[in-house]
């Protein structure tokens, strides 16, 4: 089995800095894309940012410049460097990740369980 074990939310004034790390564990082969999203009560969850397992990343218009994501390959962990934080970024931030399991030859994508960071005014 894999698992996908998000650390570092929290509670933050505006303008302050939180680092998310989401590390993969289990009988894992290899991980493709990893990326975080998150979500707030009563809406859907949207995608932050994304990065390849070459590091090619991607980020959400409403967080590019301040979100920073990044991934250490060796360690299977993926890390959200969040800076100028604001009150609309309070949310359940999840990791996820594509995942091919030792012995499999197609990858499947997990999430983890979420970690709670809010910001406050």
């Known amino acids: 089995q894999v698992q996908l074990v998000e650390s570092g939310g929290g509670l933050v004034q505006a303008g302050g800095s939180l680092r998310l790390s989401c590390a993969a564990s289990?009988?894992?082969?290899?991980?493709?894309?990893m990326g975080w999203y998150r979500q707030v009560p009563g809406n859907e969850r949207e995608l932050v940012a994304t990065?390849?397992?070459?590091?090619?990343?991607t980020y959400a218009d409403s967080v590019k410049g301040r979100f920073t994501i990044s991934r250490d390959n060796a360690k299977n962990t993926v890390y959200l460097q969040m800076n100028s934080l604001k009150p609309e970024d309070t949310a359940v931030y999840y990791c996820?990740?594509?995942?091919?399991?030792?012995?499999?030859?197609?990858?499947?994508?997990?999430w983890g369980q979420g970690t709670q960071v809010t910001v406050s005014s």
């Open positions: 996820n990740a594509d995942v091919r399991r030792s012995g499999w030859s197609l990858y499947t994508n997990y």
């Open positions: 289990g009988s894992i082969f290899s991980i493709n894309g």
């Open positions: 990065i390849t397992s070459g590091g090619s990343t």
